[in-house]
């Protein structure tokens, strides 16, 4: 036994007398639970009370496991039902085979367990496609933000302002002559500076803008991983298998926020 058989046994509605029909509890036409011709094992408020528990317990397990593992749970939707897809690593493990699916929860947890998928493909698609947002982003800001190439100029301008300015101070020049020489210069001056300002908040708006999510993916925490995910895709639909065991990205469809 493992404990998803013992889980599987414990919510099995025949253990306090209902009958099952089809994965799920039989109800009759007044929509009460159908009481079969065996012993139970537990009374049904009992068992009420132990399936809330696992439940709850499977619930909690899911939040603080595969949120924190992988990369699209909670982000995955079935393309049939349309409920949140789980995350569930593979038990028999090999260098060929998946290491984990996503996967439609069943029926009794909300879902139609009809659709799942090996969990690699479908994070390397939306990775790459997170990958590809993030260069146009980068891109889109280092056109508006080119490289100022007037440093030199301003720089000699502020220079014979300040030769300007000393003479004037120092005698070598009358006030008339320096307001000549400078007036020009000082709207020269103020132009430049006005477009070195404009540069600088553009370059700010670079740097607190997009990151290059390409260099950077190896070192992110999967929390920083999923968030980047969260920033392009509302969803991912994962689609019924249209092409057998071969992945194919069509089955794949990212929903664009």
């Not at 439940?55 to 909690?60: A, Y």
């Not at 496991?65 to 949140?84: E, F, W």
């Not at 590809?132 to 301003?154: F, G, H, I, N």
């Amino acid at each position: 036994f493992d404990d998803s058989k013992i889980k599987r046994m414990l919510m099995n509605p025949r253990i306090c007398g209902y009958r099952m029909h089809q994965g799920e509890l039989f109800l009759d036409e007044s929509g009460a639970p159908v009481v079969g011709d065996w012993e139970p094992i537990i009374t049904p408020d009992d068992w009420y009370l132990l399936t809330e528990k696992v439940r709850r317990e499977l619930e909690g397990r899911a939040v603080r496991d595969n949120a924190t593992k992988y990369l699209l749970s909670g982000i995955a939707r079935c393309g049939r039902c349309g409920t949140k897809m789980r995350a569930f690593p593979s038990y028999r493990k090999s260098k060929t085979s998946s290491q984990f699916k996503y996967a439609c929860p069943g029926k009794n947890d909300g879902g139609c367990g009809g659709v799942a998928r090996a969990g690699e493909p479908v994070d390397r698609l939306i990775r790459n496609a997170v990958f590809l947002s993030s260069d146009k982003a980068l891109a889109s800001v280092r056109e508006r933000a080119p490289e100022w190439t007037k440093e030199e100029q301003l720089a000699s301008l502020e220079q014979d302002m300040a030769e300007f300015k000393q003479a004037w101070q120092e005698k070598r020049m009358s006030a008339a002559r320096y307001i000549a020489l400078t007036e020009d210069l000082e709207k020269q001056i103020a132009e430049l500076r006005r477009e070195r300002a404009l540069h600088r908040a553009e370059a700010a708006t670079f740097a607190a803008g997009p990151i290059d999510i390409r260099g950077r993916w190896e070192n992110l925490a999967i929390e920083q991983q999923r968030a980047a995910v969260r920033k392009v895709f509302r969803a991912v639909t994962i689609k019924p298998a249209s092409n057998g065991p071969i992945f194919d990205p069509a089955d794949i469809e990212p929903v664009l926020r």
